[in-house]
């Protein structure tokens, strides 16, 4: 009896996982797709730097397709690469939209470091043939699968979801004695605590087609001295998902908010990170089952693009300061020279580009996404202050240039950790072309664009 008592279970479970409503009604379609990107053995992965032996597990590219009613039409591309630069996301989204009509695509990175990077056609900072083919063999194939995903669009209902897990933790800690951040595993700091699911149903047969899920962590659980390639926790992710829902189900995964979270235990074990994209696979199963309906049958994106300055250049004394200092390492005196330049001329350091979208369902649910590395912070926000039932929050989404922190982290100047400090602390952000981090204030210019996407909040007329 007990036996027949955990079959029936287990069948309960299914049912509420592939068929949530049976009587769902068509007005969206949708598709989706995925091809193997796996790079060739001898290729460079990010970061650290090393040449690959071997493969751990695969790393795909995945796109799920959406239209309305009204032909609103939508691509939402995740690869299971570390990043891609502004270049080649503005080339690819313009061939996608030649090629196939899609007005608006979304290119996420999941930013695994055992994995590596994507830059355009003919990128000059691609100099090993082999990796060279390999990208533009990648490019072909991301075209295929959006096609491909368009020609399967077939009508649909969709559902959202959220469920608690945690991938990781967040990095930043602070010296009590000097006041200066640095990396470690902050317990006690801030986190998105969460993962965000999207799923889409086939009406003709009420079991889904894709699944779109979102949580914000540094895939960086496998170890930097492993040579195999690896998608880090996603990949184990996607592979309990299909367990549950079978092989024809596309797992899409999205990387959120994750600037200053670190997967856990850092650098570790490619089992440790196995153990966590389960544990985060179970999430999304849990999501699933929880998910409510999307009433809505039409969709809008909607858009803004703004400029965050750059912290100010060093004063003449500290630049020569600085260049005493360096003057016997070259990699730095070469950075500091490209500086010089700027200082002499009088010019600022250039902004970095900051492009929203907004994907909205009526009320009901939104999807924001940002480029860069963005601090967790952002995403709270959005989940926060966003006039909608539910939100999903993309970082690293359609181009790259470093970290983007808030206000209170930029404010600590050099003392600001390796996402936000500026010199005499060689930061990552110094070895940028913008030789700093974003000027203290470009908080509230991000949340200004993100909000301006928004229609006003309840009691209020609409944008």
């Not at 699911?197 to 540094?218: F, Q």
């Not at 908010?257 to 850092?266: A, E, Q, Y």
Request: with cysteine; proline share 5%.
């Amino acid at each position: 009896m007990k036996r027949l008592q955990f079959f029936l279970y287990l069948s309960i479970v299914t049912l509420a996982i592939s068929l949530p409503d049976a009587r769902a009604e068509g007005g969206l379609r949708a598709g989706a797709a995925e091809r193997e990107i796996t790079p060739p053995v001898g290729h460079q992965i990010q970061h650290y730097f090393r040449l690959s032996v071997g493969v751990n597990d695969p790393l795909f590219a995945r796109c799920f397709y959406l239209e309305d009613k009204e032909k609103n039409s939508l691509a939402i591309i995740c690869l299971d690469l570390i990043f891609g630069g502004f270049e080649l996301c503005d080339e690819l989204r313009a061939e996608i939209k030649k090629q196939t009509g899609i007005e608006n695509t979304l290119v996420n990175f999941s930013h695994s470091h055992s994995s590596a990077s994507l830059g355009a056609r003919g990128h000059t900072e691609i100099s090993n043939d082999t990796d060279s083919k390999w990208n533009d063999a990648t490019l072909d194939k991301i075209l295929s699968i959006v096609k491909e995903a368009k020609k399967q669009a077939q009508p649909v209902s969709l559902r959202v979801g959220r469920a608690p897990v945690q991938v990781g933790f967040n990095r930043r800690l602070v010296n009590k004695e000097t006041g200066h951040v640095y990396m470690g595993v902050n317990r006690k700091g801030q986190v998105v605590p969460w993962v965000n699911v999207l799923c889409a149903d086939s009406v003709k047969s009420g079991k889904p087609i894709a699944v779109l899920y979102e949580t914000a962590a540094h895939p960086v659980i496998v170890p930097d001295r492993s040579k195999l390639t690896s998608a880090d926790f996603p990949g184990a992710a996607a592979k309990t998902i299909h367990k549950a829902l079978g092989r024809d189900v596309v797992a899409l995964f999205a990387q959120g908010c994750g600037g200053d979270i670190n997967g856990f235990p850092l650098r570790t074990t490619h089992e440790n990170a196995d153990k966590q994209g389960r544990d985060l696979g179970s999430a999304v199963l849990k999501a699933l089952k929880e998910s409510e309906r999307i009433k809505s049958k039409t969709f809008s994106v909607r858009y803004a693009r703004a400029a965050l300055p750059s912290h100010a250049l060093p004063p003449k004394k500290l630049w020569q300061e600085m260049a005493y200092r360096q003057r016997d390492r070259e990699g730095r005196m070469e950075q500091l020279n490209r500086m010089l330049a700027l200082i002499d001329s009088g010019k600022k350091p250039p902004p970095r580009r900051m492009d929203v979208y907004a994907v909205m369902f009526g009320r009901e649910w939104c999807l924001v996404t940002m480029p860069h590395e963005m601090f967790c912070e952002y995403e709270l926000w959005v989940d926060r202050n966003a006039p909608f039932k539910r939100t999903m929050t993309f970082g690293y989404t359609n181009g790259y240039e470093g970290y983007i922190a808030v206000d209170s982290a930029l404010r600590l100047g050099e003392k600001g950790g390796y996402e936000a400090a500026c010199l005499p602390n060689w930061g990552g952000q110094v070895w940028t072309r913008h030789f700093g981090p974003p000027a203290v204030g470009c908080e509230k210019i991000i949340k200004d664009a993100i909000s301006s996407l928004w229609p006003k909040k309840a009691g209020s007329s609409e944008k």
